[in-house]
């Protein structure tokens, strides 16, 4: 009987050396030897790289009276709340503290437009919930505006926007497309399971240069006269 004791102690002692062993073996594998390309697969999924949009030079007309020229607004979203239905309603109530006017408006797959035409208090007012509630994301938007006679936008032309870049379609704006669009940023940010922005993992990793003005020869009084 004792025999059979200690053969089935040395079997099971020999079954934990070689669990051990594998154990072992396995941390080694993966935290030294495959350690950078786990590390770098891991980097891939969590990394993400944006661009910054480069404002777009003014147009101006032979006297230097500007023609067409950019402004830039900042609107409020909440994008992927981490627990639904449950998580957005709360965020949304504490933002009514600050913003009663605000209206969540569905603006794509679990992004919802909850205020635009952000003022600078108001920016100023919602810095705790921000650092609060990571959904909550604040995003620029640029708007090309033209002196507002027909006869000047039909000289100036329209802009589009592909990615989030904006360029000329037409008349003047796509005739100088290339020197009014400048050189876009570029920056790179860490996301959680979220899809989320992670604090303080922002880098920037090429700035953007803005657009040239751009002067005609031509002027507004001459463009008015064509339009009488």
């Known amino acids: 009987m004792m025999k059979t004791f200690k053969f089935r102690l040395l079997v099971l002692v020999t079954l934990l050396l070689l669990w051990g062993g594998l154990a072992a073996g396995a941390l080694l594998y993966y935290s030294v030897i495959r350690r950078g390309q786990y590390l770098e697969m ?9 661009t910054i949009q480069a404002t777009r030079g003014r147009i101006l007309d032979c006297n230097g009276v500007v023609l067409a020229w950019s402004e830039k607004y900042y609107d409020l979203f909440l994008v992927n709340p981490p627990s639904g239905d449950i998580r957005r309603e709360a965020v949304i109530q504490k933002l009514r503290l600050v913003l009663p006017e605000s209206e969540p408006e569905v603006a794509g797959d679990a992004i919802w437009l909850l205020k635009t035409d952000l003022s600078p ?8 919930l921000l650092r609060s509630y990571p959904e909550l994301q604040i995003v620029p938007r640029e708007e090309r505006l033209v002196v507002d006679y027909p006869e000047v936008r039909r000289f100036i032309g329209r802009v589009a ?6 360029y000329g379609v037409d008349g003047a704006e796509k005739e100088y497309d290339v020197e009014l669009s400048g050189t876009p940023g570029e920056y790179e940010v860490m996301l959680d399971r979220r899809r989320n922005w992670i604090a303080g993992t922002w880098k920037l990793l090429a700035p953007a240069i803005s657009g040239e003005d751009m002067k005609l020869n031509v002027a507004l009084a001459d463009l008015l006269e064509k339009q009488q």
Do not use: I, K, P, W
């Open 121 to 128: 208090s108001q920016l100023m007012a919602l810095e705790v």
């Open 42 to 50: 891991g980097n891939r999924l969590a990394l993400r790289q944006g």
């Open 161 to 166: 926007y592909r990615r989030d870049l904006m």
